[in-house]
């Protein structure tokens, strides 16, 4: 009731304090297929009054006085729209406004959304992508895609084209929350590790928080990938159809009930499915590759959407997907993995009040099984579903937010470590958590403080975790900016941080069997009081708009992981009453750490109408204390940087030609300090352990990740053409290669055998598709 009656005077205080003035809100789409145009400004001619659109297109400009005004919007590749209103004394406008694609190809014109967005919004640490910049840089494959895009953004290690996992500023896969459309995604990247499971065609957008981000999000201690897909066209049934040397794809979309721009409501759906073939072309097309047997990962996505849109804006989701994968490694182990779910998602926009209301329920099922040669099968299985409601009001340039969220995940984990010992664990678990957070800007200040009571009812906890980010607009071209706040997870992986390559991504929650006491690095020794895995970060950065065309953006961070949760794989005693006495780090399924990872991003930008250049450096340091040793973990990579060119030419540009060059600085791993043989001493006490055969021999392990791998790097490009066959048709045609010059670059050195395995060679390939 508490709460209730706070949300309550919260709701009224704010429609009190708006109601000295009138409010101008509404929508912001494309009119040939009904589609929100995000992140433009929308603003009243002669004042300085306006606001950005949002991941919906919504916009609302508050404190505007009663008068006549011409509303206007401007964005790069559109005409211009102005359109008289008129605001009564303490009213409410509401306005649907669609913007034309221009006709003029206006050569060196720089609509400044993106500017008015630096100059409102904080932005530390996160990155706004759209389909269009997935699509600026080279294709692997044939098919532009997220999993492309993430490898060049700073802070972000990837550690392997085949099986490899994103790493973001220090922090584990795990420790990263992906989702879609509000869905919680357990595996977004395939094995092959060049497709994520999203079809780029589909996204509207994706905000990638690398750190420092705000209360909204929390259940994840390092970064969060959020990404919102497409409505579906509102006018016209399109489609697309594509077919690669790795695989094909298919999209439909159209309405249900078409938009009418004079009024009403309309419907639509927009339906895609991924399928790849590379088990069987890569044999034939790439014979070079792992001796002629080619690269066996078969992988299927599939992603559904139906969406109602009423008159005013508001607006009704419903969605399904089902995602799978499948690898056999050197045929000596078998992966797959699939998960599928569905929901419903929700835009409110009351009738008379200045407020926005976001809802959602989701649930997603994931499923990860490992068959290994000589070893017991490894498996895991979540089941969780999430819902919230998300209260947004609007006072001027200040914002404020009230949400509620609930989340429910139920994990079955099973696994055995090379010593024979059984883990495994069922666990059903609640989790509950509300936020406030509040946007201020004053003159050239802007601080956006925020907290989030986050509770984890498997053990009885109770989270408190405050945050603040802000930015101080030295000029209009020189912005300081800073984020920081304390963070906390349940979800732990089922694999170790230890390993020399993840295979197997799986997870459980609630890990209860846990040491009871911590020997800091310092030497004393803490208690151990809570299950969860904690985090602050700090960061600082700066934005520095060097021209119109060039921008720089610098930040430095450090992460300090307060605790970690890892499995146990120096287990070999069972934790039973016989071995009570013996040290923890020896029976406890589960051991803390503690670490830090702290670097600095450096990002060069430089724009033009026909060409692109970027460069990213990212220098980082990673390090772990488990209460016995201090070590690196294995993505502790110091120095990444990439290199990207695009070039856009001919009649309408065309042609289109990238490349891009990563350079990474070796991953470290453990090496092999000698080989031994076991005895299986057969008849017992009478074994003669001089003439006996030995069973098996097996490996000695030196100091943990104390080498390193040679250092990565990789050149890639590709040529696009685009030809329009006639009106709503138009075919593209691909072409690309990756990994030009064929650089061998170590995946990992196999323990038993010291056989280095390499990442891809190169692999040239061709693309068509067909747009109507």
């Known amino acids: 009731m508490r709460h209730l009656s706070l949300s309550a005077f919260i709701i009224l205080f704010s429609i009190s304090a708006l109601a000295q003035n009138g409010t101008v809100r509404g929508f912001v789409y494309e009119k040939t297929n009904g589609e929100p145009i995000i992140f433009t400004n929308v603003f009243l001619k002669g004042t300085s009054l306006g606001a950005a659109t949002d991941v919906n297109g919504f916009y609302q400009i508050t404190k505007v006085p009663e008068g006549n005004y011409t509303l206007m919007v401007t964005y790069l590749g559109y005409d211009t729209l102005k359109k008289s209103i008129t605001v009564p004394k303490n009213g409410l406008v509401t306005e649907s406004l669609y913007l034309t694609q221009s006709s003029i190809n206006i050569s060196e014109v720089v609509i400044s959304a993106e500017k008015q ?34 490898q060049v953004l700073p802070g972000v290690i990837f550690t392997g084209d085949q099986g490899g996992q994103l790493y973001i500023r220090g922090g584990s896969p795990v420790q990263n929350k992906v989702l ?81 721009q004079s009024g009403g409501g309309s419907s639509s759906f927009i339906f895609s499915a991924k399928q790849s073939y590379l088990d069987v072309t890569s044999e034939s097309l790439y014979p070079w590759v792992n001796d002629g047997d080619g690269l066996p990962f078969v992988y299927r996505d599939l992603y559904g959407k139906v969406s109602l849109n009423s008159e005013n804006g508001s607006k009704l989701n419903f969605f399904g997907f089902n995602f799978t994968d499948q690898v056999t490694y050197q045929k000596v182990s078998e992966l797959s993995w699939d998960t599928y779910g569905g929901g419903a998602n929700f835009v409110l926009i009351p009738g008379k009040t200045p407020t ?69 664990q069922r666990e059903n678990t609640t989790e509950m958590a509300g936020f406030f957070s509040y946007k201020l800007k004053a003159k050239r200040l802007i601080l956006e403080p925020s907290i989030r009571a986050h509770y984890y009812s498997a053990f009885g906890e109770l989270s408190f975790e405050p945050r603040l980010g802000f930015k101080y607009n030295v000029t209009d071209d020189i912005r300081l900016k800073g984020a920081g706040g304390i963070y906390s997870q349940n979800l732990i992986a089922a694999n170790s941080d230890r390993d020399v390559v993840n295979l197997f991504y799986g997870f459980l929650t ?63 005693f069972e934790d039973n009453v016989a071995n009570r006495e013996l040290p923890d780090e020896f029976k406890k399924d589960f051991i803390i750490e503690t670490g830090t990872s702290q670097g600095v991003d450096v990002v060069l930008k430089y724009k033009r109408k026909s060409y692109d250049l970027w460069a990213v450096y990212s220098y980082q340091k990673s390090d772990r204390w488990d209460g016995v040793r201090s070590y690196v973990p294995v993505f502790d990579r110091r120095h990444n940087v990439n290199l990207i060119a695009s070039y856009r030419w001919g009649e309408n540009e065309s042609w289109e030609s990238s490349v891009r060059w990563n350079f990474g600085s070796g991953l470290p791993f453990t090496p092999n300090q000698g080989f031994s043989q076991s005895i299986g001493f057969e008849d017992g ?59 061998r670059n170590i995946f990992y050195i196999a323990r038993e055998t010291t056989e280095e395995v390499y990442q891809l060679p190169i692999l040239p390939s061709l693309g068509v598709n067909w747009t109507f």
């Open 685 to 743: 006490i009478y074994s003669d352990y001089i003439t006996e055969n030995p069973d098996n021999v097996f490996s000695i392990l030196g100091e943990l990740n104390s080498s390193r791998l040679t250092d990565y790097h990789r050149l890639d490009w590709n040529i696009k053409k685009t030809i329009e066959i006639k009106e709503f048709q138009t075919m593209e045609v691909t072409a690309g290669v990756t990994n030009i010059y064929d650089r």
């Open 510 to 572: 609630g890990p209860d069997n846990l040491q009871d006491t911590f020997l800091e690095e310092d030497g004393t020794v803490s208690e151990v009081t809570s299950n969860l895995q904690k985090a602050t970060h700090g960061i600082v950065g700066v934005e520095w708009d060097l021209n119109r065309y060039l921008e720089l953006n610098v930040e430095g961070y450090i992460k300090y992981f307060n605790q970690l949760v890892n499995t146990n794989r120096n287990k070999i």
């Open 117 to 150: 967005e630096a100059l409102t919004q904080v932005q530390v640490s996160v990155e706004k992508i759209t389909p269009k910049e997935i699509k600026s840089l080279p294709s692997q494959g044939g098919e532009a895609d997220l999993a492309q895009y993430l």
């Open 180 to 260: 879609l459309d509000g869905m919680i995604i357990y595996n977004p990247f395939h094995s092959i590790g060049l497709f994520s499971v999203f079809d780029t065609d589909i996204m509207r957008n994706a905000d990638v928080y690398s750190g420092g981000f705000n209360a909204e999000y929390g259940g994840r201690i390092s970064s969060v990938m959020d990404i919102t897909t497409r409505d579906g066209n509102k006018s016209r049934t399109t489609g697309k159809l594509s077919a690669t040397t790795f695989g094909a794809k298919a999209l439909i979309e159209g309405p249900l009930k078409k938009l009418d």
């Open 356 to 424: 926005l209301i976001e809802g959602n329920f989701a649930y997603s099922s994931y499923s990860i099984n490992l068959d290994e040669q000589n070893l017991p099968p490894r498996s895991s299985d979540v089941n969780s579903f999430n819902m919230g409601l998300n209260f947004k009001y609007f006072s001027g340039d200040n914002e404020f937010k009230y949400v509620y969220k609930v989340i429910g995940v139920t994990t079955d984990f099973s696994f055995f470590n090379n010593l024979n010992f059984l883990t495994e």
